[in-house]
């Protein structure tokens, strides 16, 4: 078995047996063992690294096999210079998350965790996979205990949420399959991706399939105004799932205007790349000031988000490697970053029962050591140089001053909007004499809980001090793609 598959089914392996579990008589033995399986999920990704050769814009770690050969569909995978690092980001996080639940879930431990180890294996096969239906269906099947985790686990509106967060999901993914059936028949019976990025295809063709593959990764970015249900999700659903959500799943949309929208549909999308920055920019400016508004800690973090993956479109539509690079690097960087940040309003919700601003203030005073990784946190949120934050939204903004000035100036709103919608909170939250009885009564984090903030706090700083052996494996990865969106393939 190859590297990458180790790394997909090694967590899986571990879910289904934590499934097979039974209950919570065996949650000690469970907790230890999602531990066992994500960091064995983490280890096979090092090789990974270790063994990637920088300076290739090539698939590296392939691995090809029949699977349903009547349909010419193969378990084909390998990574380039932009899916090892999420690859690598999704066993990250993995960790972070099983050691984020340790103590917090008490009930239905095995279900709780072994969805999360299958989760990531499923996530990693979307970002692994060069073959389109079986990214399909890793793409799909992500849904499953992604739903799964908010319908059990999630607050008082959990099913609404669930719901939303499935139909909206999975009505943009049909109009994708469509898609992937019409290049099937166009291109003589394949499904690999390498073979549909060479396809000779009609205007009309081209934008048909662009806006296919936009219903699909738009609604999962998510980009204005298909984001409403993020939101929702967010608020209802437990600590560990905000966390993945905003740190990965979001990231499978943004991937696939990678792998599908602009490489098979290079003129369709520099056609419609005015709406596409249009709709970024508005992401960023209109969804930054709505969650200068919010009262609630996770809805201020979630239209956060929305505004930051805004970033991430923009820098893919101005079509130059600054804007896309950088996008990348915000990918990642927001990984780590929006991880932190629901972590840390899960550690005073466990607490305190409320994720209303309203109800805090002062908590530095009781709580030092939570409040200083706060600060990093809320410093790399508001792109504070120096911080994870920074480098990608930096880059895109530099991009798209090359591609147009007035465009970079919209876009650097963000950094304003940013800094007085994460310090405010922060001013609010954690600065001040505490006020209310409970917040005097808080305790500082437990070890479980330096540990886990440790971890991304240490990914926030080096990403934001060295990120040029991030930038260095994605470059000819980078290149290569912009090769491919400035050849025209209409036919």
């Not at 980009?223 to 990231?251: C, F, Y």
């Not at 508004?293 to 101005?318: E, P």
């Not at 305190?352 to 709580?367: A, F, K, N, P, W």
């Not at 909007?417 to 409970?438: C, D």
């Amino acid at each position: 078995m190859g590297l990458l598959s180790l790394a997909i089914w090694t967590p899986i392996f571990f879910g289904v047996v934590l499934l097979a579990l039974g209950r919570d008589e065996h949650a000690g033995v469970v907790r230890w063992l999602a531990l066992i399986g994500a960091l064995l999920g983490l280890a096979v990704t090092v090789p990974l690294y270790t063994g990637f050769e920088v300076g290739s814009a090539a698939m590296q770690f392939v691995e090809k096999a029949p699977w349903i050969e009547r349909f010419n569909v193969h378990y084909h995978l390998g990574v380039d210079g932009i899916s090892l690092w999420l690859v690598l980001l999704t066993a990250f996080i993995t960790v972070v998350v099983v050691i984020a639940g340790w103590e917090v879930i008490t009930e239905r431990v095995n279900q709780y965790m072994g969805a999360f180890l299958i989760l990531s294996g499923l996530m990693i096969g979307v970002f692994a996979s060069l073959d389109a239906m079986l990214f399909y269906i890793f793409f799909e099947a992500t849904l499953i205990p992604m739903y799964i985790i908010i319908g059990i686990w999630g607050g008082p509106n959990k099913i609404y949420a669930a719901f939303k967060f499935f139909l909206y999901t999975l009505l943009g993914s049909l109009l994708m399959l469509v898609a992937l059936i019409y290049l099937y028949n166009v291109s003589g019976g394949s499904f690999d991706l390498a073979t549909w990025y060479q396809l000779p295809l009609s205007g009309p063709a081209q934008t048909a399939l662009f806006f296919a593959f936009l219903a699909a990764f738009a609604v999962k970015v998510p980009m204005w105004p298909v984001h409403t249900w993020l939101p929702d999700v967010h608020v209802e659903a437990p600590t560990g799932g905000s966390a993945v959500l905003a740190a990965i799943m979001l990231k499978l949309g943004a991937y696939g205007f990678l792998r599908f929208s602009l490489p098979i549909t290079p003129d369709a999308a520099h056609e419609w790349a005015d709406l596409m920055i249009a709709l970024s920019l508005v992401a960023v400016i209109y969804v930054g000031l709505v969650a200068m508004v919010q009262q609630d800690m996770k809805k201020l973090v979630a239209y956060s988000s929305v505004a930051h993956m805004g970033f991430v479109t923009l820098g893919f539509f101005v079509f130059n490697d600054l804007g896309v690079s950088g996008a990348i690097v915000q990918m990642i960087a927001h990984g780590f970053v929006s991880a932190a940040m629901f972590l840390c309003i899960g550690v005073l919700y466990d607490r305190v029962h409320s994720r209303e601003i309203r109800d805090y203030g002062g908590v530095l005073q009781t709580m030092p050591a939570f409040g200083a990784f706060a600060l990093l946190f809320v410093m790399a949120n508001a792109g504070l140089p120096g911080t994870a934050g920074f480098v990608g939204e930096w880059m895109v903004i530099l991009a798209a001053v090359k591609a147009n000035f007035w465009i970079g100036l919209l876009a650097a709103t963000s950094l304003i909007l940013g800094a007085a919608y994460s310090l405010w909170m922060f001013k609010r939250v954690y600065l001040g004499a505490p006020v209310h009885e409970h917040v005097k009564a808080l305790q500082d984090i437990n070890a479980r809980e330096f540990l886990m903030l440790t971890l991304l706090a240490v990914m926030v700083l080096y990403f934001g001090i060295h990120p040029k052996p991030f930038t260095d494996v994605m470059d000819p990865a980078v290149q290569q793609l912009l090769k491919h969106v400035a050849v025209s393939k209409l036919a």
